[in-house]
């Protein structure tokens, strides 16, 4: 299975850029990394994706390497309300063969402090 | 757009009942899905729906329906809620061509 492997915790101080690894060593080749943040219990929110390039929006920054085995979120300037879980996600085929899902994983848990 | 909507955003059962959470979305996505969120676990999908009238099962599907008659709506039924049903249930949406997709605020279920 294509799944993920992160930190289960990271802290930042706020100002400063927040590096969030990410491994995924099984991810099929025309598979897109997505990361998605949770804060406090609220729904997921979707952050960024990239294949194999590196991108960059308003959120934030997604730098995959090269052979596509790892990936790392930056948020250039974390802020207090930065302060989340932070999902880093491939899809993975249901059991049942009948699709794919995404694996969410039990994530990074972001502090940011002041 | 509202969005993706739930409700009720939390409630209480007894053992045996049943209740059905509720969802929809107004942005006229395909795709939609139901997930459970315990701690430790991250998010686990329940069932799922490629359009209206087509659904299938996730990764972890006893003790749950789903039906899909409609793009916008796409409830989640408990038949028999049990204790281990106790969790944080979110609902999404997706256009079939893109694979962002779009949370509800959650239910929060007690089932005691």
């Known amino acids: 299975d294509a799944k993920t492997t992160q930190p289960p915790s990271m802290d930042c101080a706020e100002g400063r850029a927040a590096n969030l690894p990410c491994n995924h060593s099984?991810?099929?080749?025309?598979?897109?990394v997505y990361w998605y943040r949770q804060i406090h219990s609220q729904g997921p929110q979707y952050i960024i994706h990239?294949?194999?390039n590196n991108e960059t929006n308003e959120m934030a920054s997604l730098i995959i390497t090269e052979d596509r085995k790892s990936s790392t979120l930056i948020l250039p300037h974390a802020t207090l309300r930065d302060t989340a879980v932070y999902y880093c996600?491939?899809?993975?085929?249901?059991?049942?063969?009948?699709?794919?899902?995404?694996?969410f994983g039990t994530g990074t848990s972001l502090t940011v402090i002041p | 757009n509202a969005g993706v909507t739930q409700t009720p955003k939390f409630q209480v059962l007894k053992t045996g009942q049943s209740m059905t959470l509720q969802c929809a979305q107004d942005?006229?996505?395909?795709?939609m899905s139901w997930y459970r969120q315990d701690p430790g676990m991250g998010l686990r999908l329940i069932h799922y729906?490629?359009?209206?009238?087509?659904?299938d099962q996730g990764e972890v599907p006893n003790g749950y329906n789903v039906s899909r008659s409609t793009t916008e709506d796409f409830p989640l039924r408990l038949l028999s809620a049990a204790p281990s049903q106790t969790s944080v249930y979110f609902c999404?949406?997706?256009?079939?061509?893109?694979?962002?997709?779009?949370f509800g605020p959650g239910t929060r279920l007690l089932v005691l």
């Open positions: 999404a949406s997706r256009e079939t061509a893109s694979e962002t997709q779009y």
């Open positions: 099984t991810i099929s080749g025309n598979e897109y």
């Open positions: 990239g294949l194999k």
């Open positions: 996600i491939v899809r993975v085929p249901l059991r049942s063969n009948t699709g794919n899902q995404f694996y």
């Open positions: 942005m006229n996505h395909e795709y």
């Open positions: 729906s490629v359009g209206a009238g087509i659904t």
